[in-house]
Every structure is written in structure tokens, then in C-alpha cells.
T-cell receptor, first 113, second 113 residues
């Protein structure tokens, strides 16, 4: 099973700040990554995916992937209290085969007013 | 579109009792999974079914059994519940291969006393 490391946090940021969530992985086969958000008492839901090196922006969210360093991050600009949740990193193979979704332990984010 | 439906949402069992958690998906996905989530441990895979008619053990299978009843349904059975099985259980489904999102049910909060 792939090793996925995330700082469990909690990461506490003030409203309006940039929250930076990081994930490292040990499996060089992983080609892309999903970020899931999980609110307390709820199930995970996909918020971002990134398939190639560099940055991918979607609204206030930016995912950054560096395959050489085996590092992926999620930046949340203008953080809102509604962003308070646990964020799970999930590496993905490029394609094909029997793939099992594997998740990091997640980073708890708290955005305080 | 219901997505992934799990029942029940909450359950309290006495040690030694048995129960079955039900899961059904209406997205025509081939692969289905059962995870448990404990504080600080992230999502751990119990069993999975890559396709109808197949099931395999995940990271923490002891004390559980599964049945892939058909393409839609994947159930998880606890034959003799133990306090260590107190957890939140999530069923998920996805298509085969990489770059595919996992869709989760709403979770079952199980307490074994």
C-alpha cells in the first residue's frame, strides 16, 4: 500500500489568510492526486484533482504537484470559516490496473473569524 | 441520483452481537470498498471488491466478512462484535483504473459496548 504522509494538524489560520496543506508520498508510480474534503461527521468529497506537474487553480483552491520531490500541496486563498474541515490527500496511478483508493490521514484545518 | 447509500447511520451493539452494514450504489461502478475511520488513523481499508463476484482483504480485515451481492450492493458483516470495532464505517465506490474519483456513502457510526 502506498505511503502517504500528511501533517495531522490542526492547522489554524485566520479568516482571509492563505491555508497551505501538504502531502508527501513514497510511491513513484503515483501520477496524479486527488484532494478530498471531509467536514466533521460527514463523508469525504472530492474537491480537486491534479494530473501533471505544476499548479492547477479552481476558484480559491490551487493544487501544486512536484513529482520529482514526490510532494503535493493544496492552497486555499481567502480562507473562510466554512473551509474548516479535514483535507485528505489521495495518490492515483496514471491509468489501468486494479487500483484501490488510498488516503493520507488528513490535515485538520480550522479557520477562525 | 442517490449515489452511495449506506444503512444504518447509527448502531449500538453489545459485545458478541452480529450485524450487517448494507451499501448500495447506483452509478454502475465496478469497484466497491469498505473503510473504517478512527480518530488519528485516517481511512483504513477493510475489504474491497474490484468487480462483481470478487472480494479481497484490505489493511484491517480481521473480524469482518463481506459479500458482493451484485454489481450494486456490497455488504459488511461483523460476526461477533468487539469494542475495538467501535468506529465510523464508510462504503465507497469507483470505476476501475486510475484518475477516478471515489464516491462515499454517508457513513455508519457503530458503537460496541
Amino acid at each position: 500500500q502506498k505511503e502517504v504522509e500528511q501533517n495531522s494538524g490542526p492547522l489554524s489560520v485566520p479568516e482571509g489568510a492563505i491555508a497551505s496543506l501538504n502531502c508527501t508520498y513514497s510511491d513513484r508510480v503515483s501520477q496524479s492526486f486527488f484532494w478530498y474534503r471531509q467536514y466533521s461527521g460527514k463523508s469525504p468529497e472530492l474537491i480537486m484533482s491534479i494530473y501533471s506537474n505544476g499548479d492547477k487553480e479552481d476558484g480559491r483552491f490551487t493544487a501544486q504537484l512536484n513529482k520529482a520531490s514526490q510532494y503535493v500541496s493544496l492552497l486555499i486563498r481567502d480562507s473562510q470559516p466554512s473551509d474548516s474541515a479535514t483535507y485528505l490527500c489521495a495518490p492515483q496511478p496514471a491509468s489501468g490496473g486494479s487500483y484501490i483508493p488510498t488516503f493520507g490521514r488528513g490535515t485538520s484545518l480550522i479557520v477562525h473569524p | 441520483n442517490a449515489g452511495v447509500t449506506q444503512t444504518p447511520k447509527f448502531q449500538v451493539l453489545k459485545t458478541g452481537q452480529s450485524m450487517t452494514l448494507q451499501c448500495a450504489q447506483d452509478m454502475n461502478h465496478n469497484s466497491m470498498y469498505w473503510y473504517r475511520q478512527d480518530p488519528g488513523m485516517g481511512l483504513r481499508l477493510i475489504y474491497y471488491s474490484a468487480s462483481e463476484g470478487t472480494t479481497d482483504k484490505g489493511e484491517v480485515p480481521n473480524g469482518y466478512n463481506v459479500s458482493r451481492l451484485n454489481k450494486r450492493e456490497f455488504s459488511l458483516r461483523l460476526e461477533s462484535a468487539a469494542p475495538s470495532q467501535t468506529s465510523v464505517y464508510f462504503c465507497a465506490s469507483s470505476e476501475v483504473g486510475g484518475n477516478t474519483e471515489a464516491f462515499f456513502g454517508q457513513g455508519t457510526r457503530l458503537t460496541v459496548v
